[in-house]
């Protein structure tokens, strides 16, 4: 048993050096993109303050809504742990790949007494109806949009909103075989032969909630960097959401990098909602603001989970 503990601590620091580096890597990238644009209007620090406040509180939101879908499973953890896994396990989005975070989150759930079919089925679902509700709620609320991208825009929308709404109506066949994957990549056994309809339910609410709050939260840090903006929220809900989704499916790129940042400043130019040098300092200030608000908190309880380590040798003596 020594050895391989040995060897799991050693690999726990391998991938938490790796996940800092990039993490470091992706952040210094932001800061020097945002320094490259000309700052055309003086930030208005209560509305980014707000912005910020709102992103958290989306946040919460989806920590509350896979609190609920664990319930359903019989699985029960209280909102601060439940916050800590959630918001440590996003630290990983930014190594290359995706799956390291669904797997952090999994483990740590295991960590915590959830069985390992609650903490695989509720990660996978999470993740999958995410991006399903993002790309519903981008086409919804960019709709009337969609033709100034391109012609024949809309039509192809009708067939993306069909798509995602057939996969998640499709998710109790599919999330079975899901985890089937998950099992051959983890090495452990993971079954799931029944998915509440409630944790779809649950799940779909949340995240669309989640959106919204995501997307108004953007609208109100344009409006702090540029302090005016074209265009109603509905608008850049949107762009935050479209964009959002692009990043992630950027599967090998470490949390969209690029992508995201690329997206956010065509679609602000194309749907007239801000000029070129104003997209491009939305989009570089946006990604390192919104890049910070999703790794702190993580950084935070990594920080309180060292402090209690370092106190419990305290206690003992």
Known sequence: MRPRRAWLRSA??????????????????????????????????????LSGALFLLAHATLVQT??????????????WKAARIWSVSNLYRYLPGKLWQVGAM?????????????????????TVVNIAAGIAIALATGWSALDAIRPGARAVAVVLTVAATAGLLTLPWLLPHMTG??????????????????AIAYAIAGNVAAWLLYGAAFHLFTLGVLGSAAGATSSYIAVYTASYVLGYLAFF?????????????????????????????????????????????????????????????????
């Not at 994957?181 to 409630?198: D, M």
């Open 12 to 49: 726990k620091l391998v991938v938490g050096v790796l996940v800092v580096l990039f993490v470091a890597r992706a952040l210094w990238l932001q800061w020097q993109a945002m320094r490259g644009q000309p700052l055309e209007a003086s930030p208005d620090w209560t509305r980014i303050v």
């Open 66 to 79: 896979w609190r609920a879908m664990l319930a359903c499973w019989d699985a029960r953890l209280p909102f």
């Open 106 to 126: 999994g483990v740590m759930a295991q960590q915590e007494g959830v069985t390992a079919t609650a903490a695989a089925a509720t990660a996978v679902l999470s």
């Open 181 to 198: 994957l998950l099992s051959r990549a983890s090495g452990k056994e993971i079954s799931l032969e029944r998915l509440p309809a409630r």
């Open 253 to 317: 790129i470490p949390g969209g990098l690029g992508v995201r940042e690329s997206a956010v400043a065509v679609a602000l130019v194309t749907l007239g909602l801000t000029t070129l040098p104003q997209a491009a300092l939305v989009a570089a200030t946006s990604r390192l603001w919104l890049t910070l608000l999703e790794l702190v908190p993580g950084f935070l309880f990594l920080a309180r989970d060292a402090s209690r380590r370092r106190q419990q040798p305290l206690d003992q003596a």
